[in-house]
């Protein structure tokens, strides 16, 4: 059974960091495109970042240079490392892999997906 378990989330100050994590099982991800995307309340779920096999990189404007998506292919796990969050940062965090490591923007192109992480950016 494949599955993608996000941890990582929480809690924090407008301002603080925190940093996601998502462990695949069932089997490896090396070759695969990984993906954070976050849905809001009452928001449509958005595209965070990517990161293709060969760590090349994507993000969406309003995160660039303030997340950084990596992965440990050795533990099939990939990261989310935010920085200076803000309340607008506020959402349930998914992870999502692409079998064809295109890496895109398109929830429609990731074939397996986790059940989320709450992030809270709060005073």
């Known amino acids: 059974q494949v599955q993608l378990v996000e941890s990582g989330g929480g809690l924090v100050q407008p301002g603080g960091s925190l940093t996601l994590s998502c462990v695949g099982s069932?089997?490896?991800?090396?070759?695969?495109?990984m993906a954070w995307f976050r849905q809001a309340p009452g928001k449509e779920r958005e595209f965070v970042a990517s990161?293709?096999?060969?760590?090349?990189?994507r993000y969406t404007d309003s995160v660039q240079g303030r997340f950084t998506i990596s992965r440990d292919n050795a533990k099939n796990t990939v990261y989310l490392r935010m920085n200076s969050l803000t309340p607008e940062d506020t959402a349930v965090y998914y992870c999502a892999a692409d079998s064809l490591d295109i890496g895109g923007t398109q929830r429609y192109e990731y074939n397996y997906w986790g059940q989320g992480t709450q992030v809270t950016v709060s005073s």
């Open positions: 990161i293709r096999w060969n760590d090349n990189t």
């Open positions: 069932g089997r490896s991800f090396t070759y695969y495109a």
